[in-house]
């Protein structure tokens, strides 16, 4: 089970933290990360961690403004969003799954999602 918080309203400009705790079984080598959609676009890949080594994966429109970071013997994951902008609008959600799909913007039936929460940036 993966539990979301954080999400809100911010101004453009600003910063906002998502937070991700995975309860239950989780294969070692998963990935635990982030995939957003906004309103009349399909979903995409925002970010992912991997478990085993930490490894990163950023989307080209969030490199460098957004950082992810996990804390495993919490099961936890966030995701530091800085510099946001109007189109960074989205529900997002927290996803697990192993990073050879996640890396392919996939989740399979093996992965889970969390129940999503809103960010919302105003221009």
């Known amino acids: 089970q993966l539990v979301e918080s954080g999400g809100g309203l911010v101004q453009a400009g600003g910063s906002m933290r998502l937070s991700c705790t995975a309860s239950?079984?989780?294969?070692?080598?998963?990935?635990i990360g982030w995939f957003r959609q906004a309103p009349g676009k399909e979903r995409e890949v925002v970010s992912w961690?991997?478990?085993?080594?930490?490894?990163?994966y950023y989307s080209e429109s969030v490199e460098g403004r957004f950082t992810i970071s996990i804390d495993n013997a919490k099961n936890t994951v966030d995701l530091q969003m800085n510099s946001l902008k109007p189109e960074d609008t989205a529900v997002y959600y927290c996803v697990t799954d192993s990073p050879k799909y996640l890396r392919q913007g996939v989740v399979t039936p093996l992965g889970q999602w969390g129940q999503g929460t809103q960010v919302t940036v105003s221009s």
């Open positions: 961690i991997s478990r085993s080594d930490a490894s990163t």
């Open positions: 239950g079984f989780m294969f070692d080598d998963y990935a």
